[in-house]
């Protein structure tokens, strides 16, 4: 009997039929699509949940597979390129989150474009199936080249779902800035890619089967044997030789290589600046593009090599303080935002940047808890707030908002269950897994590794602002009264708005509780699920993609050790810092007709409203400095190099004009000048021969 | 059971030479254009496949001595064989339109076959002698060929000039086959080259007597300076043969001028001793492409153009000779089977753009590149052939252009004469210049109003088609000619 895996490529070929049948029928049989191919969209995504679930279900039975399915380029002597797929837990986790959130947001688009008469609906169900199948794929990949190939397709297709009104003036510019801002951070993951086949001729990430070979193996061969143990493998040796720099050098600028496209697609600073702007998309899109695809992709990436990077102190440091800062630093802009989707956006930034601090840091399992809880909780903040704007007659301002809490109960309490996981509150999703992020920075802060400890604070003063501008959102938009019109008569919502978002509302609350790490300790029971899903089997080459061996890894190579403290009072502190900056919003903004307080704030506001001028000097550097640069090589272009060229040419056709001057037509010229040259000839060679 | 003798392809252009005087002879005032016609493209294609079966079948893997070591066959001379051959063929099937008109029409086909004769027997020269009456056995037909629009002033101006510089390269290379004989005291190659066993005698006669022979076959190749007669005779002459002697003709001299040096003047004698020969064709390659395209630039008349260009690959098929060296086992044979597979793709993409000119010349749309204006809206399947010609020539992957010469400059890289390879590497890329400007025009420019095109070369069509897919056929199988060529020159070094 076929097992589960084996359908594990129909898992994202299902939205990739639906992108097609989307688009063919779109185009010339419109009329036959129903709904604008939703229905396709939702029959493919339930299938590839489906398929998704019985898959995870199959990995928990410690059925893994690592499977090549199409090598388009053969390589002799040399690395091939393929297509293959690899089904971890990572992978099936992260399957089910992708194909739900994915499913979730198709039923939702019937709600939010459908009933509110959107034109071009075949165009956007297209999009939103090649966004799952790129993502789907993706997360499958089994060796990096194919999962750049994948991340790009997500780009691409978060370019053509940004830029889906493309007849108004901000989506389509904000679409380019999201192509071009995240292709910046791929450039060099690309060049990465490159490095990483040439130095280990190989990109698979776990290697099966005879003469394969993984590249984090390698890598961690190579270092071992630079530490004196073990041999070096042969094609690392020969490469290291060329670059001229050490294993642990080279291999840490090939991670920070990769780490670009990271920094680009998961909007880490300084790159993050696409992703407020990205708000112009549809909002379903939104939810999909935060909670799922495109920002997930580059946390994924980082966790699904994590091999690699767990061996580079240097790398990981450089992880955990961009992904602490981010996390502070999105927070404290969120704070004074007026729309509702821009809040949620910065709350994104600043979410990822918590992942990141968790991969920095050596908490590989709280990290992907974090991804997986914030999939969740953010995909429902984002429906919720695209209910909000359905009842709102699509005004995205808070201030216009207010005592929506009786109109619409359903998306209050499904958005207040997010909130409050997002703010991090117990015992809703977010508190478990921010806090066992924050709780690993601790650790290896306070033991081996000082550095992080910067890292940590960074993450726990975010926690404030969190709490901060989560429940500021939640007082404008729902409490107090209304202030004005449409909020006060709101537009209603149908089933297929409110059902994602009990779906969601439910595990937002819930999901945190496979991994209550601070409960495990107290009650000393075994109730660390995620932990335990996520360790990996032994005796397998699939062992090498478990967290034992990552911990393995991060002690051993990179130094990392666990100072003794114990959970509780970390969380403790996190978590009052979560309820005191909810509780400022409460004094603030929890009151019937709440006024702006911004002012308090003096010369920063300006500051925040600007986004720390982000913005402003990256167009500077693109105006200031590029520009004028690619103006100098463009002087240089068009003068020095085609001036050359230009100057040949001429110099060639002058002297061929002379050449044609010598060739006069009078045959006793051509005589004369023919014996000339044997006689120059016969000098010339007579002389050198020595015949005289 | 009998076998055929080894010099079958030269005794069969011989003998259709012949008969097709006998045609004439016996019915001299009917239009027997055709059937004459036929018979020169039956004994040339009997000759080129005659040649190719001998190749196949290993007839080459030796040589066979013949009239006591006047003459050989081996590899080389079938190689040269089947480009003439081919050639030949190419030029009559052309020829049958582009005379339709004519009065002499037995004449021409039967110099054609009788100069294909002597160029294949350059090939296959053994000995001083008969590579000078092989020589000029190729050479006074085509004086006589291209002077043959007897009314035409062009023609006959273009066929005098090429009379009077052969005439004086002729003399001088007679000169220098006399010192060579006074030097060494022999004819033959392989006996020339025996007399250096015993030291090298008379250093100065022997060396004026090298350097003058030299100069007799870059008349026949058209390389600087001897190259002043091309253009003319090119650009006068009937454009089949102008066809005929650019690539036939020039594939003929470069033979013997392979078999010459590699044979009689072993670089590893005569290099220290008297003149370092390989030296001299350095500097005659650099010279002669640099010229050649440089000139080819500056041209208005694609024929002049052409005729350029053919001087330049001169200096391209050069550089098998030039990057010879002392010692060298394989790369030798490599850089000299380089060239000589450059000549044999040289024989159809050359011969297919000059018969494209001719198909102009036939349609009478004039000489310049603006005359061609907009020919592809009038006569596109051609023009798809001539934009292979073009790009094959300049080394673009359309033809098999692009294999020759990058086996060629690979060749060179790998004897270590880098810097030859780079100057033909500009070289080419500025020949792409001046192709392309041909193709720019059949293609991009708008076609004057009273362009239009009368009559249906059937012939000239064939050929310039078959020419055409040849140069591409050569493109994808172009490893067999490779091998061939490469063990051509094997057997060369070896024997």
């Given at each position: 009997m076929a097992g589960a895996l084996d359908f594990t490529p129909a898992i994202p070929l299902l939205p990739f039929a639906s992108f097609l049948v989307a688009l063919l029928a779109g185009y010339f049989?419109?009329?036959?699509?129903p709904k604008g191919g939703a229905i396709p969209g939702i029959v493919a995504t339930a299938g590839s949940l489906v398929l998704s679930v019985w898959t995870f279900f199959a990995v928990s039975q410690g059925d893994y597979l690592s499977e090549?399915?199409?090598?388009w380029v053969v390589g002799q002597d040399t690395f091939s390129l393929h297509f293959g797929v690899l089904v971890d837990p990572l992978a099936a986790m992260m399957l089910v989150i992708v194909s739900l959130v994915a499913f979730l947001v198709h039923v939702f688009s019937l709600g939010y474009m459908n009933d509110e008469g959107e034109t071009g609906l075949p165009r956007y169900y297209a999009g939103l199936g090649l966004f799952t199948f790129s993502m789907l794929a993706f997360v499958v990949a089994d060796n990096l080249l194919m999962a750049f190939m994948f991340f790009e397709l997500v780009g691409l297709c978060s370019y053509l779902l940004i830029g889906f009104?493309?007849?108004?003036?901000?989506p389509p510019s904000a679409a380019k800035k999201a192509f071009l801002v995240t292709r910046f951070g791929d450039y060099f993951f690309l060049i990465g890619v490159v490095a990483v086949f040439a130095t280990f001729g190989t990109a698979r990430f776990v290697a099966t089967g005879d003469g394969a070979h993984a590249f984090p193996h390698m890598a961690e061969q190579a270092l071992a044997a630079a530490g004196g143990e073990g041999t070096m493998p042969g094609p690392v040796a020969d490469f290291l030789d060329v670059v001229g720099m050490s294993a642990q050098n080279w291999f840490s600028v090939v991670g920070l290589l990769v780490l670009g496209g990271v920094v680009g697609k998961s909007a880490q600073?300084?790159?993050?600046?696409w992703l407020p702007d990205a708000?112009?998309?549809?909002t379903p899109v939104s939810a999909l593009i935060h909670a799922a695809t495109m920002v997930a992709a580059g946390v994924y990436l980082v966790a699904r090599m994590y091999g690699f990077y767990a061996l580079l102190p240097t790398v990981l440091a450089i992880i955990a303080l961009v992904g602490g800062f981010t996390a502070l630093f999105a927070a404290t802009m969120g704070?004074?935002?007026?729309e509702l989707k821009q809040v949620l956006a910065y709350s994104t930034i600043s979410q990822y940047g918590y992942m990141m601090l968790g991969l920095g840091t050596g908490g590989y399992i709280a990290a992907t808890f974090h991804l997986m809880t914030h999939a969740f909780f953010k995909a429902l903040l984002f429906l919720g707030a695209g209910s909000v704007i359905i009842a709102m007659h699509h005004?995205?301002?808070?201030?216009?908002?207010?005592?929506l809490r009786e109109k619409m109960p359903v998306t209050y309490y499904t958005f207040l269950s997010g909130s409050l996981a997002l703010a991090g509150i117990?015992?809703?999703?977010g508190f478990w897994s921010k806090d066992e992020i924050l709780y690993e920075a601790l650790i290896y802060g306070a033991g081996?590794?000082?550095?992080l400890l910067v890292a940590y604070a960074m993450g726990l003063l975010a926690v404030f602002f969190t709490g901060f501008y989560t429940f500021r959102m939640v007082f404008l938009t729902f409490?107090?009264?209304?202030?004005s019109e449409t909020a006060k008569d709101p537009h209603g919502v149908g089933w297929n708005v409110k059902f994602p978002l009990v779906v969601l509302g439910i595990l937002a609350a819930t999901?945190?509780?496979?991994?209550?790490t601070p409960v495990a300790k107290f009650?000393?029971?075994?109730?660390e699920f995620l932990k335990d899903w996520l360790a990996g089997t032994e005796g397998?080459?699939?062992?090498?993609?478990g967290y034992e061996h990552y911990h393995h890894l991060l002690v051993d190579f990179a130094g990392y050790g666990a100072a003794d403290i114990a959970p509780y009072v970390p969380a403790a502190i996190s978590l009052a810092l979560a309820l005191g900056g909810a509780g400022l919003a409460w004094v603030l903004y929890n009151v019937d007709e709440p006024v702006e307080h911004?002012?308090?704030?003096?010369g920063a506001k300006t500051v925040l409203y600007n986004n720390y001028y982000q913005d402003e000097y990256q167009v500077w550097l693109a105006e200031g400095v590029t520009l004028p640069l690619a103006r100098a090589a463009d002087a240089f272009d068009q003068g020095v190099v085609d001036g050359v060229v230009n100057g040949i040419s001429s110099v060639s056709l002058f002297s061929g004009s002379r050449i044609r001057r010598i060739q006069s037509g009078v045959v006793s010229h051509y005589a004369a000048m023919l014996t000339l040259g044997l006689v120059a000839l016969l000098v010339v060679f007579g002389v050198t021969g020595g015949w005289f | 059971m009998t076998e055929l003798p080894p010099l079958t392809p030269q005794l069969v252009l011989a003998a259709t030479a012949l008969v097709v005087f006998g045609i004439d002879t016996l019915s001299?005032?009917?239009?027997t254009n055709t059937l004459l016609a036929g018979v020169a493209t039956t004994g040339t294609l009997l000759s080129a496949g005659i040649a190719a079966w001998f190749l196949s079948a290993g007839t080459g893997d030796f040589s066979f001595v013949q009239f006591d070591g006047a003459l050989v066959v081996d590899a080389l001379s079938l190689f040269f064989a089947f480009v003439v051959g081919t050639v030949a063929t190419l030029v009559v099937v052309a020829s049958h339109d582009y005379l339709a008109?004519?009065?002499?029409v037995a004449e021409f086909y039967s110099l054609t076959l009788l100069a294909a004769t002597g160029m294949s027997l350059m090939a296959s020269a053994n000995s001083l002698v008969t590579v000078f009456i092989s020589l000029e056995l190729a050479s006074i037909p085509s004086y006589v060929l291209v002077s043959?629009?007897?009314?035409?002033r062009g023609s006959v101006e273009a066929g005098l000039k090429y009379f009077l510089v052969g005439a004086l390269s002729s003399a001088i290379m007679v000169y220098g086959i006399s010192l060579i004989y006074a030097a060494t005291?022999?004819?033959g190659l392989a006996p020339i080259a025996e007399t250096f066993g015993n030291g090298v005698e008379f250093v100065g006669v022997l060396g004026l007597g090298i350097v003058m022979l030299v100069a007799g076959f870059a008349f026949k190749t058209a390389s600087?300076?001897?190259?002043?007669?091309a253009p003319e005779a090119y650009e006068g002459a009937p454009a089949p043969v102008s066809a005929f002697i650019s690539s036939a003709s020039k594939a003929a001299g470069f033979a013997v001028l392979f078999r010459v040096f590699t044979t009689a003047f072993p670089l590893e004698v005569?290099?220290?001793?008297?003149?370092?020969w390989s030296l001299l064709f350095a500097a005659l390659a650099v010279v002669t492409m640099t010229l050649g395209n440089f000139a080819a630039a500056t041209q208005e008349n694609v024929k002049r153009m052409l005729a350029y260009s053919s001087v330049g690959h001169a200096g391209y098929v050069l550089i098998g000779l030039a990057a010879l060296q002392s010692g060298g086992g394989a790369e030798n044979s490599f850089v000299l089977g380089a060239s000589m597979m450059h000549l044999l793709v040289y024989g159809f993409m050359n011969t297919g753009a000059f018969l494209f000119v001719a198909l102009a010349e036939y349609w009478g749309v004039g000489r310049t590149f603006e005359d061609y204006n907009g020919l592809a809206e009038r006569a596109p399947v051609a023009c798809v052939a001539m934009t292979v010609f073009m790009f094959s020539l300049a080394g673009?992957?359309?033809?098999g252009g692009f294999l020759s010469k990058y086996v060629l400059f690979a060749g060179a890289v790998q004897s270590g004469f880098a810097w030859l390879a780079a100057v033909a590497a500009i070289n080419s890329a500025l020949s792409l210049f001046y192709y392309s400007r041909v193709v720019k025009a059949i293609w991009i420019e708008d076609p004057s109003d009273d362009l239009a095109l009368t009559g249906q070369p059937t012939g000239l069509y064939v050929a310039v088609l078959a020419a055409a897919v040849g140069t591409v056929a050569l493109l994808v199988a172009f490893d067999p000619v490779a091998q061939t060529a490469n063990h051509a020159a094997d057997v060369l070094f070896q024997l």
């Amino acid at each position: 009997m076929a097992g589960a895996l084996d359908f594990t490529p129909a898992i994202p070929l299902l939205p990739f039929a639906s992108f097609l049948v989307a688009l063919l029928a779109g185009y010339f049989a419109p009329k036959l699509l129903p709904k604008g191919g939703a229905i396709p969209g939702i029959v493919a995504t339930a299938g590839s949940l489906v398929l998704s679930v019985w898959t995870f279900f199959a990995v928990s039975q410690g059925d893994y597979l690592s499977e090549t399915l199409y090598t388009w380029v053969v390589g002799q002597d040399t690395f091939s390129l393929h297509f293959g797929v690899l089904v971890d837990p990572l992978a099936a986790m992260m399957l089910v989150i992708v194909s739900l959130v994915a499913f979730l947001v198709h039923v939702f688009s019937l709600g939010y474009m459908n009933d509110e008469g959107e034109t071009g609906l075949p165009r956007y169900y297209a999009g939103l199936g090649l966004f799952t199948f790129s993502m789907l794929a993706f997360v499958v990949a089994d060796n990096l080249l194919m999962a750049f190939m994948f991340f790009e397709l997500v780009g691409l297709c978060s370019y053509l779902l940004i830029g889906f009104h493309f007849r108004e003036q901000g989506p389509p510019s904000a679409a380019k800035k999201a192509f071009l801002v995240t292709r910046f951070g791929d450039y060099f993951f690309l060049i990465g890619v490159v490095a990483v086949f040439a130095t280990f001729g190989t990109a698979r990430f776990v290697a099966t089967g005879d003469g394969a070979h993984a590249f984090p193996h390698m890598a961690e061969q190579a270092l071992a044997a630079a530490g004196g143990e073990g041999t070096m493998p042969g094609p690392v040796a020969d490469f290291l030789d060329v670059v001229g720099m050490s294993a642990q050098n080279w291999f840490s600028v090939v991670g920070l290589l990769v780490l670009g496209g990271v920094v680009g697609k998961s909007a880490q600073f300084p790159l993050h600046t696409w992703l407020p702007d990205a708000m112009e998309g549809p909002t379903p899109v939104s939810a999909l593009i935060h909670a799922a695809t495109m920002v997930a992709a580059g946390v994924y990436l980082v966790a699904r090599m994590y091999g690699f990077y767990a061996l580079l102190p240097t790398v990981l440091a450089i992880i955990a303080l961009v992904g602490g800062f981010t996390a502070l630093f999105a927070a404290t802009m969120g704070v004074v935002k007026d729309e509702l989707k821009q809040v949620l956006a910065y709350s994104t930034i600043s979410q990822y940047g918590y992942m990141m601090l968790g991969l920095g840091t050596g908490g590989y399992i709280a990290a992907t808890f974090h991804l997986m809880t914030h999939a969740f909780f953010k995909a429902l903040l984002f429906l919720g707030a695209g209910s909000v704007i359905i009842a709102m007659h699509h005004n995205e301002d808070m201030w216009d908002m207010g005592g929506l809490r009786e109109k619409m109960p359903v998306t209050y309490y499904t958005f207040l269950s997010g909130s409050l996981a997002l703010a991090g509150i117990v015992p809703f999703a977010g508190f478990w897994s921010k806090d066992e992020i924050l709780y690993e920075a601790l650790i290896y802060g306070a033991g081996e590794s000082p550095i992080l400890l910067v890292a940590y604070a960074m993450g726990l003063l975010a926690v404030f602002f969190t709490g901060f501008y989560t429940f500021r959102m939640v007082f404008l938009t729902f409490h107090g009264d209304a202030r004005s019109e449409t909020a006060k008569d709101p537009h209603g919502v149908g089933w297929n708005v409110k059902f994602p978002l009990v779906v969601l509302g439910i595990l937002a609350a819930t999901v945190g509780l496979v991994n209550m790490t601070p409960v495990a300790k107290f009650t000393g029971a075994h109730i660390e699920f995620l932990k335990d899903w996520l360790a990996g089997t032994e005796g397998t080459a699939f062992s090498n993609l478990g967290y034992e061996h990552y911990h393995h890894l991060l002690v051993d190579f990179a130094g990392y050790g666990a100072a003794d403290i114990a959970p509780y009072v970390p969380a403790a502190i996190s978590l009052a810092l979560a309820l005191g900056g909810a509780g400022l919003a409460w004094v603030l903004y929890n009151v019937d007709e709440p006024v702006e307080h911004t002012e308090k704030l003096g010369g920063a506001k300006t500051v925040l409203y600007n986004n720390y001028y982000q913005d402003e000097y990256q167009v500077w550097l693109a105006e200031g400095v590029t520009l004028p640069l690619a103006r100098a090589a463009d002087a240089f272009d068009q003068g020095v190099v085609d001036g050359v060229v230009n100057g040949i040419s001429s110099v060639s056709l002058f002297s061929g004009s002379r050449i044609r001057r010598i060739q006069s037509g009078v045959v006793s010229h051509y005589a004369a000048m023919l014996t000339l040259g044997l006689v120059a000839l016969l000098v010339v060679f007579g002389v050198t021969g020595g015949w005289f | 059971m009998t076998e055929l003798p080894p010099l079958t392809p030269q005794l069969v252009l011989a003998a259709t030479a012949l008969v097709v005087f006998g045609i004439d002879t016996l019915s001299p005032d009917d239009d027997t254009n055709t059937l004459l016609a036929g018979v020169a493209t039956t004994g040339t294609l009997l000759s080129a496949g005659i040649a190719a079966w001998f190749l196949s079948a290993g007839t080459g893997d030796f040589s066979f001595v013949q009239f006591d070591g006047a003459l050989v066959v081996d590899a080389l001379s079938l190689f040269f064989a089947f480009v003439v051959g081919t050639v030949a063929t190419l030029v009559v099937v052309a020829s049958h339109d582009y005379l339709a008109d004519q009065e002499h029409v037995a004449e021409f086909y039967s110099l054609t076959l009788l100069a294909a004769t002597g160029m294949s027997l350059m090939a296959s020269a053994n000995s001083l002698v008969t590579v000078f009456i092989s020589l000029e056995l190729a050479s006074i037909p085509s004086y006589v060929l291209v002077s043959y629009l007897k009314t035409n002033r062009g023609s006959v101006e273009a066929g005098l000039k090429y009379f009077l510089v052969g005439a004086l390269s002729s003399a001088i290379m007679v000169y220098g086959i006399s010192l060579i004989y006074a030097a060494t005291g022999v004819m033959g190659l392989a006996p020339i080259a025996e007399t250096f066993g015993n030291g090298v005698e008379f250093v100065g006669v022997l060396g004026l007597g090298i350097v003058m022979l030299v100069a007799g076959f870059a008349f026949k190749t058209a390389s600087v300076p001897f190259h002043f007669w091309a253009p003319e005779a090119y650009e006068g002459a009937p454009a089949p043969v102008s066809a005929f002697i650019s690539s036939a003709s020039k594939a003929a001299g470069f033979a013997v001028l392979f078999r010459v040096f590699t044979t009689a003047f072993p670089l590893e004698v005569i290099a220290g001793s008297v003149v370092d020969w390989s030296l001299l064709f350095a500097a005659l390659a650099v010279v002669t492409m640099t010229l050649g395209n440089f000139a080819a630039a500056t041209q208005e008349n694609v024929k002049r153009m052409l005729a350029y260009s053919s001087v330049g690959h001169a200096g391209y098929v050069l550089i098998g000779l030039a990057a010879l060296q002392s010692g060298g086992g394989a790369e030798n044979s490599f850089v000299l089977g380089a060239s000589m597979m450059h000549l044999l793709v040289y024989g159809f993409m050359n011969t297919g753009a000059f018969l494209f000119v001719a198909l102009a010349e036939y349609w009478g749309v004039g000489r310049t590149f603006e005359d061609y204006n907009g020919l592809a809206e009038r006569a596109p399947v051609a023009c798809v052939a001539m934009t292979v010609f073009m790009f094959s020539l300049a080394g673009l992957p359309v033809g098999g252009g692009f294999l020759s010469k990058y086996v060629l400059f690979a060749g060179a890289v790998q004897s270590g004469f880098a810097w030859l390879a780079a100057v033909a590497a500009i070289n080419s890329a500025l020949s792409l210049f001046y192709y392309s400007r041909v193709v720019k025009a059949i293609w991009i420019e708008d076609p004057s109003d009273d362009l239009a095109l009368t009559g249906q070369p059937t012939g000239l069509y064939v050929a310039v088609l078959a020419a055409a897919v040849g140069t591409v056929a050569l493109l994808v199988a172009f490893d067999p000619v490779a091998q061939t060529a490469n063990h051509a020159a094997d057997v060369l070094f070896q024997l």
